[in-house]
């Protein structure tokens, strides 16, 4: 069965630490790979994609995500998060997303 | 603004009731996607219609039906709601496949009582 999994579901940080959430799913061919976020009250926004080349992909606001094919992969990371950041994300394989992670960055 | 359009933002009806959704996709996009947000159940795919015709179907309930429009507009029905129906309903679309990813609404909160 198609599936994506994220592996938590509410993760709280301090300003200025390092982010990494995972992402795994079961796909069968040609996986397009997305992250999104969701602000409080607001809907989702395309952080960042990969569906094919360098496997390191940029987003926006300083993140970045890496596809790791053996691993059914594709891990958000941001070096050093802000109280901006404060938010939901979603992980997605074309149309199917995750159940999403709750990010709480701490003042 | 995203450039999708969700009416309406705030819906509340009774049980048993039937409801319209109605969302205009991006200027240039073909495709239209149907998502139901929930607490517990997360962003769950409901349907997928590309130009016109049913492309992809998700977790949809018999009691729930879509359709896209020659305009591109696409509506969401939902019939015999129940208390469980309650949530927020996002529309998305694209420009054909999705590759490039989607572009969501400000979604429409139904609230079923």
């Known amino acids: 069965a198609q599936s994506v999994s994220q592996h938590n579901h509410h993760v709280i940080l301090s300003e200025a630490a390092s982010l990494e959430l995972g992402c795994n799913y079961s796909y069968g061919g040609t996986v397009n790979l997305f992250w999104y976020v969701q602000y409080p009250g607001q809907h989702l926004q395309l952080l960042l994609k990969?569906?094919?080349?360098?496997?390191l992909v940029k987003g926006i606001k300083g993140f970045e995500a890496e596809f790791i094919k053996s691993k059914f992969s594709f891990n958000l990371r941001k070096p050093s998060v802000q109280w901006s950041d404060t938010a939901e994300y979603f992980c997605a394989v074309r149309e199917r997303f995750g159940a999403g992670t709750r990010l709480t960055v701490k003042p | 603004d995203s450039g999708v359009t969700q009416t309406p933002k705030h819906l509340i009806t009774a049980t048993g009731q039937r409801v319209t959704l109605r969302c205009s996709p991006r200027?240039?996009?073909?495709?239209v996607y149907w998502y139901q947000q929930s607490l517990d159940q997360g962003l769950q795919f409901l349907i997928q219609?590309?130009?016109?015709?049913?492309?992809a179907k998700g977790n949809i309930l018999e009691r729930f039906s879509a359709q896209q429009f020659p305009d591109l507009h696409s509506e969401l029905n939902l019939s015999s709601l129940e208390l469980g129906d309650s949530a927020l309903y996002f529309c998305a679309s694209s420009v054909v496949g999705g590759s490039y990813g989607y572009t969501f609404g400000s979604g429409t909160r139904l609230t079923v009582v």
């Open positions: 990969y569906f094919s080349g360098d496997p």
């Open positions: 200027s240039g996009d073909l495709s």
């Open positions: 219609y590309y130009n016109g015709e049913e492309r």
